[in-house]
């Protein structure tokens, strides 16, 4: 089976063009072991798990070219003030998060079983709403048994992000959110919930929340990704190709003009919580973007304008940042006003997106974009932007000196962490990740 496996693979990268020296050390299936000196095998080895988390938060042509996986010391990526952790071995990368639902449509202490994935969230609100979503097949995500509580008719779905926090956090803190604690009690909740996928960056597992999708289907696996032609452009700005799939928001107007989207973020990158545009001819969605601070107004002016006022359900996408006291107290205003305007006819979802890192021997990226700029020849910059796990090349700089994308593989597996370790267990251009199949 495994020779088979092999001579399919050999003969699909031959005719794709992949060089003869990467096919050298992609050692599928475990047909060639590493020796001293010999060049290890690209992200096979890795743990079962983490391999499926980061195949998960992978979708080729859109995420980054090079991806490596951190040893012993924590790396992270610095984006819209959160730092975002690179998936890592030795640190053990927690993807926990919480979720809670509450509220009109959700049957009060259903049990929501551990390792539940952020892709379970659209359909079990579509369930709640007892709406059908066109193309069930191309979304991982299925309705958690028991939660939804079909023909309690809400006028409001209320999807609350909280952007940076993990269940590690709450378990530290579990003084800090009496509010999201009440949900859980009088709805149903877990600390024991999972993202679905690697790395952990906000923009990814808000459109994960939003779509019913993990990113390898939604398409925007991170802040930073490549549009259709190639360039690097920030999710969901200019340039930003859409969600390869729609958003539960997208499905439910698309199927009733009169349902009115709206969203309250902190940043443009969170739309993927809602979406928009993915149908032509809809209705933009009702955004506002500021501070956290903020949010609770903007969301009694959405209120103000006819959110849950009928019996045509809308969906209105809230982010929320800042550390856990804080959000938990932003989400007991606007639920509080949420369930006043629509006559308790709300449901709310609160979710985390993934623990940011907060350990003080991390260390920033710097040194992985240092060693891959050193490494490739020339002047010009080589790196066009990082994200958490991964490196965009400018491939412009690439063609011009006559290089690949493996001599910032080889560069990130040299780089010293600051006591001088290794600072990658693992690094290895994207395609290896495309044939994950095959180890």
């Not at 926990?96 to 049990?111: K, M, Q, W």
């Not at 509580?149 to 590690?168: E, M, N, Q, T, Y």
């Not at 969605?285 to 209120?303: E, M, R, T």
Request: with cysteine; hydrophobic share 45%; aromatic share 4%.
């Amino acid at each position: 089976m495994i020779g088979r496996r092999l001579l399919v693979l050999l003969i699909v990268l031959a005719a794709i063009g992949i060089p003869a020296a990467i096919l050298q050390v992609l050692c599928v299936g475990g047909s060639c072991v590493a020796g001293p000196g010999e060049a290890t095998v690209p992200f096979c080895p890795l743990p079962d798990a983490l391999k499926s988390a980061i195949a998960n938060g992978y979708r080729e042509g859109r995420s980054a070219d090079v991806l490596a996986v951190g040893a012993s010391t924590p790396i992270f990526t610095q984006t819209s003030g959160l730092r975002l952790p690179w998936p890592a071995i030795s640190t053990a990368t927690d993807a926990r998060v919480p979720v809670a639902f509450a509220g009109a449509g959700i049957s009060p202490h259903a049990r929501i079983p551990d390792g539940v994935t952020l892709d379970a969230v659209a359909p079990t609100v579509a369930d709640a709403l007892s709406f059908h979503r066109p193309f069930p097949e191309v979304r991982s995500g299925e309705p958690i048994d028991g939660v939804a509580a079909p023909g309690d008719d809400p006028r409001l779905v209320l999807l609350i992000g909280w952007k940076g926090v993990g269940s590690s956090e709450l378990e530290d803190r579990k003084q800090e959110w009496p509010f999201l604690a009440s949900l859980m009690k009088e709805g149903t909740g877990t600390l024991e919930a999972e993202t679905g996928s690697l790395p952990l960056d906000p923009t990814a597992t808000l459109t994960t929340i939003g779509t019913g999708g993990l990113p390898s289907e939604h398409g925007i696996t991170g802040s930073s990704i490549r549009n259709d032609a190639g360039e690097v452009v920030e999710a969901f700005g200019k340039g930003a190709p859409v969600s390869v799939i729609a958003t539960l928001a997208d499905d439910l107007e698309e199927a009733d003009p009169q349902a009115l989207i709206g969203l309250v973020a902190t940043d443009g990158r969170d739309r993927g919580l809602v979406g928009g545009g993915w149908y032509p001819d809809q209705d933009p969605v009702d955004a506002v973007i500021g501070d956290a601070g903020a949010a609770p107004l903007a969301v009694q002016v959405h209120l103000s304008t006819g959110y849950g006022s009928d019996a045509v359900p809308d969906i209105l996408g809230v982010t929320l940042d800042g550390g856990v006291t804080r959000m938990d107290r932003l989400t007991r205003r606007i639920v509080t006003e949420a369930e006043a305007a629509t006559d308790d006819r709300t449901l709310v979802v609160v979710a985390g997106t993934g623990a940011w890192e907060r350990s003080r021997l991390a260390v920033p990226d710097d040194a992985a974009v240092t060693a891959v700029e050193d490494a490739i020849p020339g002047t010009a910059p080589a790196v066009e932007s990082v994200v958490p796990g991964g490196i965009f090349l400018d491939q412009a700089v690439l063609q011009r000196e006559q290089v690949t994308g493996q001599l910032a593989v080889d560069a990130l597996l040299q780089a010293e962490d600051p006591r001088g370790g290794r600072m990658m267990a693992d690094a290895f251009q994207g395609f290896a990740v495309s044939f994950a199949r095959y180890c």
